[in-house]
C-alpha cells in the first residue's frame, strides 16, 4: 500500500514508540491509548492480535483518549508500509484517531484520509458493516476537516459521484442539501417505515433548495455517459523475471499474459446504491407525472445488466425500491416500465419483484 506512503505529513515532534501492553482491559485513556498503539504495531511484524480483540479495544476507545496528531501520522505510516489485512484491521486506528482529534490538529491529511477511504472500498475483503464503520469515521474526519458536507456522501473520482456534485453545484454546501442526503442514506430496505418517510416529508418541506438537489442527483445517476473515467494506468507491464539473467537460456520464458486487461467497472458503489434508494423514495415525495416518468426511467437503468451478458443489476437496490415506488403510482407510465423492465433485466430478485409488482398493479393499468 506504500503508493501513497508521500501523502503522509510529516511528524511534528518525533517518533511515536509504542511499548508493550499485557494487561487487559486496558484501565484509563492513557492506557487505552498505549494499547491501540501496540497492537497497531504488530502489523509491522505480522503479530496482530485477533479481530475480535481489535474490534473490544476500539469500542473502549471513547473521545477521552489522548491522542496526538503524531499518532495519527505514525498510525497511516505502519498502515502505508503494510496492508489494510484481515477485515480492515489495518484501517482501525488511524480511523478512530483521525475521526476524535481535534479539527486543529487535522491540517493537511485530507488527501491522506482519501487515499485509505478509496483503498477500504477498493479491497474485496472488506465488505458489509466493517466496511461501511471504517470509512464512515473517514469520511468523518474528512468534513469536520474541510467543512464539505456532501463530499464524505458523494465520494470518488470517477463514476457517479463527481458527476452528482458537479450537477449540485454551490447547493453541495447547503446543510438542508446535506440533511436530505445523510437521511436517504439510513434507509436500510426496499420499502420505508411510516416514520422514515415522515422525516422526508418534513426535510422535503422545509428546503425546496434540497428537493431540486434530489431531482439532479437522480438525474446524474441516469446520465451515465457523462460520468468522469478513471484515468487509465499509464505504468508499463513489469516483463517477466527470466533469472538465472547470466544463461537465459536455461529456463523457459514466461509467457505474458494473453488474457486483455479488465476494463474498469465505473457502475455504481454499494454506498452510492444506498444512497440512490432513498433518494427515489424521497422523490416519490413528489405526486406529479413528471417525478413518476423521471422514477420510471431510474427504476429501468438500474434494474438493467451491469454490463452486457451479466446477470447483476446497475443497482439492485435502487431497482427494488423503484420498482415498489411505481407499483403504487397512478398513470400509464409504471405499467410500461414494468414490462419493460421484466424484459430486460437478467437479475433474479430484481426479475421476482417485477413480477410480482405486476400483479398487484390496479386492473386499470393491464
Partial sequence: MSGWLHLVPEM????????????????????????????????????????????????????SVPWHRDDLVWALQVLARQRIGVYGAGCELPGVIASQLPVEELAGFEPVLWAVHDAILDDREVFGAKRRELVGRLRTAIRRLSGDLVTPLLFGREGFGPAARRLLGDRGADPATSEVLEHAVTLTRPVPSKAWLRRAEALRAASPMATGAVRDVLAAFLDHDAWPQEEPDTWPREEPDTWPREEPDALPREE???????????????????????????????????????????????????????????????????????????GAVPAGVLARLALSTRSKPVQNRVQQALKRLPATHS
Avoid: F, K, M
Avoid at 303 to 315: H, I, K, L, T, W
Fill in 12 to 63: 511534528s515532534s518525533g517518533a511515536v514508540d509504542p511499548v508493550p501492553v499485557e494487561s487487559w482491559p486496558p484501565q484509563g485513556p492513557q492506557h487505552q491509548r498505549l494499547t491501540a498503539l501496540y497492537w497497531h504495531a504488530g502489523l509491522l511484524t505480522d503479530q496482530r492480535p485477533a479481530y475480535h480483540g481489535t474490534a473490544e479495544l476500539y469500542a473502549l476507545t471513547a473521545e
Fill in 256 to 330: 505474458p499474459d494473453a488474457l486483455p486487461r479488465e476494463e474498469p467497472d465505473v457502475w455504481l458503489r454499494e454506498e452510492h446504491d444506498v444512497l440512490v434508494r432513498g433518494l427515489c423514495w424521497i422523490h416519490a415525495l413528489d405526486g406529479s407525472p413528471e417525478a413518476t416518468a423521471l422514477l420510471g426511467r431510474v427504476a429501468e437503468v438500474a434494474g438493467a445488466p451491469r454490463r452486457p451478458g451479466a446477470n447483476e443489476p446497475r443497482a439492485g437496490r435502487t431497482a427494488a425500491a423503484a420498482v415498489e415506488i411505481l407499483v403504487d403510482r397512478p
